[in-house]
């Protein structure tokens, strides 16, 4: 059981680690073990699961409040995926709590420093939008597309999912750019996010969406689950014509 926040040794990445250890369970480890494809040649291979529930973990980030960077670093440097993420909400809780630009600064360098250990879609979906995408909100964003144009999957999909933070705030201009660099992308996990991006912007302005949609048929390039993650929530009239390419 970890002490508490008010004992006087501080809370280390062992102390973490043992308490996901101990809260494991061999039923979930197995059915996270297969959902995130850790078999020979999937895109998971080899990654290794405690079997904890996010809002657990996330429950074990509240309880303990603050530990050093140094201790993060340790949790995502582990082999375990829950001791990454983690240490992404230890990051994530960290970058929201602090109102000082040069914390923030920090931390997301941190994050970047860090990216060969965000190697899976949940671990990106989870982190980016609120670190990457937050910070850059207001800033240059080249680094998304040096990350786009990068033969590394899961840093592709980064760059993509940074910018529902953007999306969020009404700003649509970063993943159509991004999405037109990604559209012709081999992996599925690409043509969901940028797919998944595309919907956001429907939901908040569709005649936007439709718009980069329909310009120079671009739907027509896009892999199949790419364009039907963008349209799921249109009118079903118009994703019917879409899926017969009759826009």
């Known amino acids: 059981m970890l002490h508490s926040v008010q004992s006087c040794s501080p809370i280390s990445y062992l ?18 073990s ?10 998971g291979e080899g990654d290794l699961f405690i079997g ?7 429950e074990i980030v509240k309880k303990i409040g ?27 809780q960290y970058y929201r709590k602090t109102k000082e630009n040069t914390a923030k600064e920090t931390y997301f360098h941190f994050y970047l420093q860090h990216l060969s250990c965000i190697n899976s879609w949940d671990l990106v979906d989870l982190s980016a939008p609120d670190i990457v995408g937050a910070h850059l909100f207001d ?22 999912v940074s910018t529902h933070y953007f999306i ?7 993943t159509f750019a991004l999405s037109d660099l990604l559209l012709s992308h081999s992996h599925d996990l690409i043509h969901k996010a940028v797919g998944w ?12 969406a439709l718009h980069y949609l329909q310009e120079d048929k671009k739907y027509q390039r896009m892999p199949r689950t790419m364009l039907r993650y963008a349209i799921e929530r249109f ?13």
């Open 52 to 58: 904890v529930t996010v809002p657990q973990q996330r």
């Open 66 to 92: 603050d530990i050093p960077l140094q201790e993060i670093s340790l949790l995502l440097h582990d082999a375990y995926h829950e001791c990454r993420l983690t240490g992404l909400l230890f990051l994530i």
């Open 34 to 43: 297969r959902y995130f494809k850790t078999g020979k040649g999937e895109y």
């Open 168 to 174: 969020r705030n009404q700003d649509f201009s970063t």
């Open 15 to 32: 102390d973490i680690k043992k308490e996901l250890l101990r809260i494991g369970n061999e039923e979930k480890r197995l059915h996270l």
């Open 139 to 160: 800033k240059e964003r080249i680094i998304l597309y040096q990350l786009a144009n990068e033969s590394h999957l899961w840093k592709q999909r980064i760059a993509i």
């Open 235 to 247: 009118p079903e009239d118009i994703r019917q014509q879409f899926l017969k390419n009759l826009i």
């Open 197 to 208: 991006m595309l919907r956001e912007v429907g939901k908040r302005n569709y005649e936007v």
